[in-house]
């Protein structure tokens, strides 16, 4: 097995690592650069890129790509019902997505908001094939630059944080997907899971009144209340194993649709890279982030690295290295593992909010333990 160091920092920042003797980079290409149907302007990739790879001459670079940004607010004016629709546990009624939920700082240390994002259904069709004509159209276009020979892998992002999360995951209020795109995704998943058999169905859902054309997804407070506590019961609970099954599977159909428009856009094999597959993650509603459907991922050609920050709850002096996603998984299927390491530091000033309860080092030699140790998991 080979480990490979890539540093993700700003472009301000590569010279202790470039020192060092670190070659591959990577980290967030700003602005916005899908303005239309069809119209981009690449002129803010370009200015970036070019800036960045002269700072590292013996350097490789990857772009990290945020669609959550892209398409903000033509795209969901242009598509109504293929935008995303929170709705209230206590009365099933649609509510804000932009009103931040004053329970989510006590996890994260910040508010959530949302504004400013494209917050398309993931079960959207409609904005997988224009989303990946999108990304094709940026990859031949930054292909064909002379800093291509740079590039080394592309970084393909959406949902929330960047991680293909679902959206409301920290809207403790709410549950979504409501939208008329993830009912006729919802209702073409369970044809499938089903082979289209309505008696599989109605056996399995443990109801004799339902069928492929009525099937719904199952309410805020059905999905809120599992049958035993913490767990959902299999048949009276099977719609909602379903449901969230299905929210999994409409993910990664939304990642290989980049991802495969990324790879027909590349005239020479490069790597593309995914967050996805935090089985082990410290998230409050991890059936609701859309990670559990790894194995499909895993199937493609179309995603060579899966990426992933390891756990928050064990960071700083002491304590284990624990990646969310599963790397001896993800290597047993022939992909790379890049496991993110973004821990606080000495040097991590107070005015960092962010994650306030990992433990973060109080001296120098306190951080060059943890990073050995964070080290150390890969090797």
Known sequence: ATVTIAAYVGPRYVGAFAEAGVQLYTFNVRGTWWLGPGQYDFSILDDYLND???RIPNGYFMPRIDLARQGHPWWGEAHSDEMNVL????TGEAISQFDPDPRAPAYLGHEVRLEGLNLHSFHS???RAEAAQAVYDLVAYCEAQPYAERIWAWHLCDGLFCEWFHWNEYHFAGMADYSPAAQADFRRWLRAAYRDDVAELRRAWGREDVDFDTAAIP???E???PYHSEFYDPIIDRPTVDYHQCMSDATVDCILAVCEAAKRAMPQPKVTCVFYGYQFSNMPRPQLNGHYALQRLLASDAVDMIA?????GNRGEGGYHSP???ADVIRRAGKIHFDEIDCKTVWTPPSVTWKRHISQPSTV???IEMMKKDAAYQL
């Open 308 to 312: 992933s920050p390891h756990a928050y």
């Open 52 to 54: 960045y790879v002269a």
């Open 223 to 225: 999905r809120n209340n």
């Open 365 to 367: 030699q306190g951080t």
């Open 125 to 127: 069709e409609v904005w």
């Open 219 to 221: 309410t805020p407070q």
């Open 324 to 326: 969310q996603s599963m």
């Open 87 to 90: 709705c209230s546990i206590e």
